[in-house]
């Protein structure tokens, strides 16, 4: 990706020079535009990060009329592109009224660079971000329309990630170890493995290994003779077997015992085994896909998992995160889960109300995605109407609703790192963004980013 410009709109060359020299010695890119026609022109070829307008246009203007043309011109061309304005104090309650429009912040002429400076980075790296999940989100359309992907759905950048790596390694042979914590959707990425793999439409076998008992171990796996064991009447095909020209999927491998390693790895290593009370050796031709949320190369260090089976088991490792991590995919997932559900008797589809939205946003979803659909699930059957609220969820309201779009809840995860590492602290916060305490508010007010104890400052 080309590194995004800024555009500094000024007519005056004295200013604009002086704006110059200064991206220029903190190598930051940048076009001037002497003429408002000329801005549209840039902005419009979507090289521009964040523009930088003056506020009058002509030597007689003093009212900022041409500069508040000017905004709402390119709020139309580009509604998300940050915009930060320079004024004189003459203009200046129209600048203040322009950022209750959606400008980013505005600046009196003489400016104080390392303010300036702190907001167009900040900016900046924000329209970045904003960029890339825009791209995510078209990339992962495009996934949709030419592979198989089981219905899952996410808009998170690291699924996008691990959703790539899956397809890219589906067609070939290697094992494949899925972790990541209970709940958080690894058996779902195995059946997209599958059904992108040249085994698909063979047979997909899944088995709990970590809840077979050593005494059950191998008739379960490798099969058992009629008479193998006390109680077994008939003939018994072990999910190797069935499984054979296609894939075996092994949960919670990280939970089987020494002797159920061993036997694992032998196979792995011959791609042979004997049914239990049968001493006819058999081949089996099947890809092995294991999934577990335990740390396995702990597991190894304190003796409790093979190192050779591990680094037999884990050729290609698809982690997947933690839905705490993913809160981009919280809200798809709750209205795909609704949209599943059986309809209510009067029709009504569900829909989620503001407090919900905000609700499930804040949850930290310790039972990830698994918590996410029983949820759901629980809310539409007690809920006395299709608007869930907060409280069918079993949460309190938040304080304060919203309508933000994706890009605006990029922003504020932005700016609540920000807060946070600055201790919460609006004044710090402000100073690193580059911005007036007042207009650090104004944005927490219109991103719904409430502090429950403002520091004094």
Not at 160 to 165: D, K, V
Not at 351 to 365: F, G, I, N, S
Request: with cysteine; charged share 30%; glycine share 8%.
């Amino acid at each position: 990706m080309t590194a995004l410009r800024v555009l500094v709109v000024e007519d005056q060359p004295a200013v604009s020079q002086a704006l110059g020299v200064l991206f220029d010695v903190h190598g930051i890119p940048f076009d001037v535009a002497a003429r408002p026609e000329d801005a549209s022109r840039l902005v419009e070829s979507g090289s521009i990060g964040v523009v930088i307008q003056d506020m009058n246009f002509s030597p007689s203007a003093t009212s900022g009329a041409e500069g508040v043309a000017l905004f709402r011109e390119l709020r139309l061309l580009a509604p998300e592109l940050p915009v930060l304005l320079m004024t004189a104090w003459t203009s200046l309650e129209t600048a203040v009224q322009l950022v209750k429009e959606g400008a980013s912040d505005y600046f009196a002429k003489p400016w104080d660079d390392a303010k300036l400076l702190a907001s167009v980075r900040s900016l900046l790296k924000l329209r970045e971000l904003t960029l890339e999940n825009q791209r995510l989100r078209a990339a992962a359309s495009d996934l949709e329309k030419t592979h198989d992907l089981c219905g899952l759905v996410y808009e998170n950048a690291a699924m996008h990630r691990l959703i790539r790596l899956a397809l890219q390694v589906a067609p070939s042979d290697a094992a494949i170890l899925i972790t990541g914590p209970n709940g958080s959707g690894k058996e779902k990425i195995a059946e997209i493995v599958q059904a992108n793999s040249k085994r698909k439409g063979k047979p997909f076998v899944r088995v709990n290994a970590g809840g077979l008992p050593d005494d059950l171990l191998e008739a379960e796996l490798f099969g058992a003779e009629a008479g193998a064991y006390t109680g077994s009447k008939k003939l018994r095909i072990g999910r190797f077997e069935a499984a054979h020209g296609g894939t075996l999927f092994l949960d919670e491998i990280g939970n089987l015992s020494a002797a159920g390693q061993m036997k694992l790895l032998r196979v792995l290593q011959s791609r042979e085994f004997e049914r239990l009370g049968s001493s006819e050796t058999r081949r089996v031709d099947v890809r092995l896909l294991c999934a577990t949320n335990a740390d396995l190369p702990k597991e190894i260090e304190a003796g409790r998992f093979r190192e050779d089976l591990y680094f037999r088991l884990n050729v290609i490792e698809l982690p997947v995160p933690p839905l705490r991590d993913r809160k981009d995919d919280v809200l798809p997932l709750a209205r795909s889960v609704l949209g599943g559900l059986a309809p209510r008797d009067d029709g009504e589809p569900f829909q989620l109300t503001r407090d919900a939205e905000e609700a499930l946003l804040a949850y930290t979803w310790p039972g990830n995605v698994r918590e996410l659909v029983n949820r759901v699930q629980r809310a539409s059957l007690v809920a006395p109407s299709p608007q869930l609220s907060a409280a069918d969820f079993g949460f309190e309201a938040p304080l304060v609703p919203s309508t933000r779009t994706p890009e605006e809840e990029d922003e504020r995860a932005a700016l609540e790192k920000r807060l946070r590492d600055s201790g919460g602290s609006v004044s710090r916060a402000a100073d690193d963004l580059g911005l007036s305490r007042q207009a650090l508010y104004r944005r927490m007010e219109r991103l719904g980013i409430v502090l429950e104890r403002r520091p004094r400052d």
